[in-house]
């Protein structure tokens, strides 16, 4: 039964929980980690973490992707950031974060990420962005925004994408048609259509409750993002738009919704994933825990030496021509930066879970007794007084 509490006369609201506001419970036989699957699949596509990057330049790379295919997640290149729009797109973001660095002016860097997110989208450039991945042998994702999801497609596909991820801060299975600029309406974007035309799968988000993640899943979506990538420090949505997403309820509404559409369809499974709020290994155990079946890390992948923001992060919202949703965020400094190795699979000489989060997540699993991410997705939980 939902918590609901009187904020005022004739107005209630629901209590939620973060991750942070909960604890796992072992309550099972122990277990050897090395006795431990964290395998994940969605469609035909397998790998040995459920860790998928978010989709920002400060992060993800071609070379990036690559990297993050062959230690067994997945990597997802943002299909209208500056790979599709530069073609010397290191010396662009060295440009930006030195003007992160070094201007007194605290809006100066996201002014200038708006005008390098103002040229124009190349298909061109983003199809060799997306062959380089493909031909690397690795899973090959890209992120594409409900608006402009048509319009790439079709050279994504032609490219070689693999899984196409439909990401915005917030989607429903049919957007509301809008008027451009120029006073012509534009179609809605019918996912369900749109999916059913494609012979990829699709993974669609995010959502923050139960209805709209069952929508999705009706969509004929593979997989659905439950959250928008909230970061403390980087991410402004909810200071702009007032919208925020209390992670623990978001994820555990979501997999109710799965449960049902399971039932509703006899037993067609669709993929959780969380995306906000995870920056440690403790975080990413507890969204599995909540009934995730995959996790999507930021700021943590963002330290790593690999990555093109050279220890800075920012969301791929804070490009947003009118309404930007984030900020400039400093998380690593230095050159001695860890590898993306020793994120994912250590070893560690950290104590607060920054390093080695898939060794910790095995460790966790074994604690409380499990095997899979499925059968983790039972395990005993608390909530803080």
């Given at each position: 039964?939902?918590?609901?509490?009187?904020?005022?006369?004739?107005?209630?609201?629901?209590?939620?929980?973060?991750?942070?506001?909960?604890?796992?419970?072992?309550?099972?036989?122990?277990?050897?980690?090395?006795?431990?699957?964290?395998?994940?699949?969605?469609?035909?596509?397998?790998?040995?973490?459920?860790?998928?990057?978010?989709?920002?330049?400060?992060?993800?790379?071609?070379?990036?992707?690559?990297?993050?295919?062959?230690?067994?997640?997945?990597?997802?290149?943002?299909?209208?950031?500056?790979?599709?729009?530069?073609?010397?797109?290191?010396?662009?973001?060295?440009?930006?974060?030195?003007?992160?660095?070094?201007?007194?002016?605290?809006?100066?860097?996201?002014?200038?990420?708006?005008?390098?997110?103002?040229?124009?989208?190349?298909?061109?450039?983003?199809?060799?962005?997306?062959?380089?991945?493909?031909?690397?042998?690795?899973?090959?994702?890209?992120?594409?925004?409900?608006?402009?999801?048509?319009?790439?497609?079709?050279?994504?596909?032609?490219?070689?994408?693999?899984?196409?991820?439909?990401?915005?801060?917030?989607?429903?299975?049919?957007?509301?048609?809008?008027?451009?600029?120029?006073?012509?309406?534009?179609?809605?974007?019918?996912?369900?259509?749109?999916?059913?035309?494609?012979?990829v799968p699709v993974i669609a988000g995010g959502v923050h409750d139960h209805r709209t993640a069952l929508h999705l899943m009706r969509t004929?979506?593979?997989?659905?993002?439950?959250?928008?990538?909230?970061?403390?420090?980087?991410?402004?949505?909810?200071?702009?738009?007032?919208?925020?997403?209390?992670?623990?309820?978001?994820?555990?509404?979501?997999?109710?919704?799965?449960?049902?559409?399971?039932?509703?369809?006899?037993?067609?499974?669709?993929?959780?994933?969380?995306?906000?709020?995870?920056?440690?290994?403790?975080?990413?155990?507890?969204?599995?825990?909540?009934?995730?079946?995959?996790?999507?890390?930021?700021?943590?992948?963002?330290?790593?030496s690999s990555a093109p923001g050279n220890g800075w992060y920012w969301p791929s919202a804070a490009a947003h021509p009118d309404t930007p949703r984030g900020a400039l965020l400093q998380v690593a400094a230095g050159e001695d930066r860890?590898?993306?190795?020793?994120?994912?699979?250590?070893?560690?000489?950290?104590?607060?879970?920054?390093?080695?989060?898939?060794?910790?997540?095995?460790?966790?699993?074994?604690?409380?007794?499990?095997?899979?991410?499925?059968?983790?997705?039972?395990?005993?939980?608390?909530?803080?007084?």
């Open positions: 039964m939902r918590d609901l509490v009187e904020i005022g006369m004739g107005r209630t609201a629901r209590r939620t929980y973060e991750l942070g506001d909960i604890s796992i419970v072992p309550s099972r036989r122990t277990r050897s980690s090395k006795d431990v699957s964290t395998a994940w699949q969605i469609d035909a596509y397998r790998f040995s973490s459920p860790i998928l990057s978010h989709p920002t330049d400060a992060l993800v790379s071609p070379s990036v992707a690559i990297e993050l295919g062959r230690l067994g997640a997945l990597g997802v290149l943002n299909g209208e950031g500056l790979w599709a729009r530069h073609r010397d797109v290191e010396a662009k973001i060295e440009e930006l974060v030195a003007i992160a660095a070094g201007d007194p002016d605290p809006y100066a860097a996201v002014r200038h990420l708006q005008k390098l997110h103002a040229a124009p989208l190349d298909s061109g450039l983003l199809g060799e962005a997306v062959a380089q991945v493909r031909e690397a042998g690795v899973t090959t994702a890209v992120r594409v925004s409900p608006q402009h999801a048509p319009e790439l497609t079709p050279a994504l596909l032609a490219a070689g994408v693999e899984i196409l991820v439909v990401h915005g801060t917030i989607i429903s299975a049919e957007h509301v048609a809008q008027v451009d600029a120029d006073g012509t309406q534009r179609e809605p974007l019918n996912l369900k259509t749109f999916i059913a035309d494609l012979d004929g979506a593979a997989g659905v993002i439950v959250g928008y990538g909230s970061a403390a420090g980087a991410t402004t949505t909810g200071e702009v738009l007032g919208i925020g997403v209390p992670m623990a309820t978001a994820i555990a509404d979501a997999a109710a919704a799965r449960r049902d559409y399971l039932d509703e369809t006899g037993g067609r499974y669709v993929h959780v994933i969380a995306d906000g709020d995870i920056h440690s290994s403790g975080d990413l155990i507890k969204a599995i825990a909540c009934g995730a079946d995959a996790a999507v890390l930021g700021t943590s992948l963002a330290t790593t860890p590898s993306l190795e020793r994120v994912l699979n250590g070893p560690s000489d950290d104590p607060y879970g920054e390093l080695n989060v898939v060794g910790a997540l095995r460790r966790a699993m074994a604690k409380a007794g499990y095997c899979d991410l499925k059968e983790f997705q039972r395990v005993g939980l608390s909530v803080h007084a």
